[in-house]
C-alpha cells in the first residue's frame, strides 16, 4: 500500500494515522484516492507526520466510522499496519 499522510497528531493519538492510499505509487499527493484509518505500533508512527509519503505492508482490519471537523461522519477503510517505511516526499 502507498499512501500520503494526511493527518498524525494528538487528535488521532500515537497509534493511529489518516492517510490517502492506494495499491499503487503515485507522482503527486492529490492522486491518492482513498481516505483510509492506519492502525499499527506507536514506535513505528513516532516518525510520521502530515504530508510523508510512505508504502506499507497492511492487513484489512474493517472500516470505522469517525466525526469528521464540520460535524458529519465518515466511513472508511481500517488498515493495520505490519510494516511503513517512508519515502522522498511527492509533489504537492
Given at each position: 500500500m502507498?499512501?500520503?499522510v494526511t493527518q498524525a497528531d494528538?487528535?488521532?493519538?500515537?497509534?493511529?494515522i489518516r492517510?490517502?492510499?492506494?495499491?499503487i505509487r503515485h507522482t503527486y499527493a492529490y492522486e491518492y484516492p482513498t481516505n483510509t484509518i492506519?492502525?499499527?505500533d506507536?514506535?513505528?508512527?513516532?516518525p510520521v507526520v502530515a504530508d510523508?509519503?510512505?508504502v506499507?505492508?497492511?492487513?484489512?482490519?474493517?472500516?470505522?466510522?469517525y466525526e469528521t471537523q464540520i460535524g458529519g461522519e465518515t466511513?472508511?477503510?481500517?488498515?493495520?499496519?505490519?510494516?511503513i517505511t517512508l519515502l522522498p516526499a511527492a509533489p504537492s
Open positions: 502507498y499512501g500520503v494528538t487528535a488521532t493519538g500515537t497509534e493511529t492517510a490517502d492510499v492506494d495499491g492506519l492502525t499499527g506507536a514506535k513505528a508512527f513516532a510523508d509519503v510512505f506499507a505492508k497492511v492487513e484489512v482490519s474493517g472500516t470505522i466510522t466511513t472508511v477503510p481500517e488498515l493495520q499496519v505490519d510494516t
